[in-house]
């Protein structure tokens, strides 16, 4: 499959507000100082698109800081499957709607700050792309399981996914940690991007068959999305490795930090049990020996030797999909949240 230009910018097309005003309308400009009678009725058209400042007079107030205006969903069949635990399919999504939340908030830290422009412009892409994942999933979860969604005031107009990704604590989010490592050098991000979408492409092509037709048509767009992310940071962990010796040595530090977190990748949540026995997720465990293929292939084709690293223990046992987290989560998620939670009523 051909991969994606990665310096081709995301469609950020905004409403039309048409066209420059005409210049020869009469006294289009000039203020009026006197008056002999009553102010004359004025009659905008909002639909004229000879007059650029109609929209202006049209109440079309939105929330000021969501990713979008529309119901991600509308038009979509969001009924539960027969035989499908509400609870569970919704938790289920959230798990993968936080992975890809957290992860494109990490990615989208390298804007302006990325070695070229090539580079700055493909990392915002996988940034945006993990974004448009996030918003599907949540907004999945929400309409399977309402009471998710973190209650804020009756006229705040918030959409649930983005009250999901604003307005919970970091106890409250069930990404895998990997998600949430803070930004390192450039080698760092590429190996970081490397493991994580080798690991959620398997997962998102077995996704594609689930019962749930909302997974499945999430899975099947994300599945072209992952494949260009997984082949531009393979392409990049392999220049390094076969780069200069600081470039080398750079991104076998960079495996070396990151591989205490690859066994998390492959541990089973009960969720994760429960959905796969019913037909709509992915047993993790069962896609190990795949994502293990592909990461040998690359170290292979770049003379790296697979890291010895243990695996980061969890609190009592209970890691990322649990709820417990690194302390770098609670700091993104204050930096994130910080401007939507203090105005829950924000429009523009």
């Keep these: 499959m051909t991969s994606p230009d990665p310096a081709s910018a995301p469609d950020a097309s905004t409403p039309d507000r048409a066209s420059a005003p005409d210049a020869s309308a ?5 203020p009026s100082h006197a008056s002999s009678g009553p102010e004359p009725e ?3 058209d909002h639909d004229d698109h000879d007059n650029a400042y109609s929209g202006l007079l049209v109440n079309d107030a939105h929330w000021a800081f969501g990713t979008d205006f529309e119901d991600p969903l509308a038009g979509v069949e969001t009924t539960v499957p027969e035989g499908v635990d509400a609870d569970e399919l919704a938790a289920y999504c959230l798990m993968l709607g936080d992975d890809a939340l957290v992860f494109s908030q990490r990615i989208s830290e390298w804007c302006s700050n990325a070695p070229d422009l090539e580079e700055d412009i493909a990392l915002a892409n996988i940034a945006l792309d993990l974004l448009g994942q996030a918003r599907l999933l949540l907004a999945r979860a929400a309409a399977a399981d309402p009471g998710l969604v973190p209650q804020l005031p009756e006229d705040s107009p918030v959409p649930d996914e983005d009250r999901l990704a604003f307005f919970r604590e970091d106890l409250d989010f069930r990404n895998v940690r990997l998600a949430e490592v803070p930004n390192g050098d450039f080698a760092e991000a590429v190996a970081k991007i490397l493991i994580f979408s080798t690991w959620r492409l398997a997962i998102f092509e077995k996704l594609q068959a689930s019962k749930d037709s909302v997974l499945s048509a999430i899975a099947v767009k994300g599945v072209k999305e992952m494949s260009y992310h997984r082949d ?7 220049t390094l490795a076969q780069g200069t010796e600081e470039s080398r040595r ?6 070396n930090g990151l591989w205490p977190l690859w066994a ?5 949540h009960p969720v994760e049990s ?3 026995a019913a037909g709509i997720g992915v047993n993790p465990a069962e896609i190990e020996g795949e994502v293990d293929v592909i990461i040998e292939q690359v170290f292979a084709a770049g003379g790296l030797d697979r890291p010895e690293r243990g695996a980061l223990a969890g609190v009592r046992g209970k890691k990322g999909r649990d709820g417990l987290h ?3 989560l609670s700091r993104m998620l204050a930096e994130m949240q910080v401007v939507a939670r203090a105005h829950p009523r924000g429009q523009w």
């Design 326 to 328: 690194t302390e770098a």
């Design 274 to 276: 429960a959905v796969a």
């Design 264 to 268: 998390e990748l492959f541990e089973t």
């Design 42 to 44: 004025i009659h905008v």
């Design 232 to 238: 531009f940071a393979a392409r990049w962990v392999l």
């Design 26 to 30: 009469p006294d289009a400009s000039a």
């Design 250 to 255: 750079r991104v076998i530090a960079a495996l």
